[in-house]
């Protein structure tokens, strides 16, 4: 895909990720949408913004009736409770859900159809390591990011045929706001931004940016005793 004649939607482009994605895709020369709840926190040079809450359906459905040109979809607006499933709050919960996994697939059914009208384009879902492997301290987080790597592979057959490609990212701790109590190495947004636009205009079905996420994909073949040697 030719980046540079690409129209593309970034949710959650206000800041972290989402921003460096934005920043990155003006940069190589493609017409951008920046989305956020708050869309007046959006000031990057070149990027148009507008309001999405992605956990509101009817958000969704008027911003995919304002923008009817886009090509490329990443799916990035986030949250992070830090909720554990069985004592953290049902709300806690219930938001990681609706952001990650139920957000992204209404973002994908209400914009799938405009980017096939366009002749086809890319999805991307930014996901995380944490939808491989998981930890009390982020079991919301994780069972949401789960559901959404589920939902990518899913929906990559059914829009393929369409002319969509559907890719998902996986990185580890970033340098952004959502990881800043976070003492292990951290890769820096603009590095993950690059991996990701290199990764949408080859076609990667799936991006692994970072040796945590490399060493993690590789345990899965060996089931809980490589992935949770604690429990023996």
Same mark, same amino acid.
């Given at each position: 895909?030719?980046?540079s &004649?690409?129209t593309?939607l970034v949710t959650g482009?206000?800041?972290?990720l989402g #921003?460096?994605l934005a920043?990155e895709?003006?940069? #190589?020369g493609? &017409?951008v949408?920046g989305a956020?709840?708050?869309?007046d926190q959006?000031?990057l040079?070149?990027v148009k913004? /507008?309001?999405i809450? %992605?956990?509101d ?5 008027a ?6 040109d886009i090509t ?5 607006a986030?949250s ?5 499933? =069985?004592?953290g709050? !049902?709300d806690?919960?219930r ?5 990650h996994y139920l957000g992204t ?8 159809p %405009?980017?096939?009208?366009q002749?086809?384009g890319a /999805?991307?879902?930014i996901?995380? *390591?944490?939808s !491989?492997?998981?930890?009390p301290a982020v ?6 990011k789960?559901?959404? !790597?589920?939902l990518?592979?899913? *929906?990559?057959q ?9 890719s998902? =990212? ?9 990881? #800043?109590h %976070?003492?292990?190495?951290k &890769?820096?947004?603009a590095d *993950?931004?690059?991996a990701? %636009?290199d990764?949408i205009?080859?076609g990667a079905?799936? /991006? ?5 996420? #490399? ?16 429990l023996g």
């Open positions: 895909m030719d980046i &004649t690409a593309a482009a206000n800041r972290g #921003r460096a920043r895709l003006v940069a #190589r493609a &017409t949408y956020a709840r708050r869309p959006i000031d040079p070149g913004a /507008i309001r809450d %992605v956990t359906p009817a958000s969704v459905a911003a995919a009736e304002e923008v009817r490329v979809l990443i799916n990035n986030g992070s409770t830090g909720a554990d499933l =069985l004592t709050s !049902w806690d919960v938001l990681e859900m609706e952001t697939l209404g973002m994908i059914r209400a914009f799938a %405009v980017i096939e009208s002749g086809g /999805i991307l879902n996901l995380s *390591v944490l !491989w492997v998981t930890f079991g919301a987080y994780s069972a949401a789960s559901a959404q !790597w589920s990518t592979n899913e *929906v990559r059914q829009l393929a045929p369409r002319g969509i490609t559907v998902g =990212l996986h990185v580890g701790y970033m340098d952004t706001d959502m990881a #800043r %976070v003492t292990e190495p &890769t820096d947004p *993950v931004a690059r990701a %636009v990764g205009a080859a079905p799936e /991006i692994v940016v970072d040796d945590l996420s #490399r060493r993690i994909q590789a345990g899965l073949s060996g089931g809980v005793a490589a992935l949770y040697p604690q």
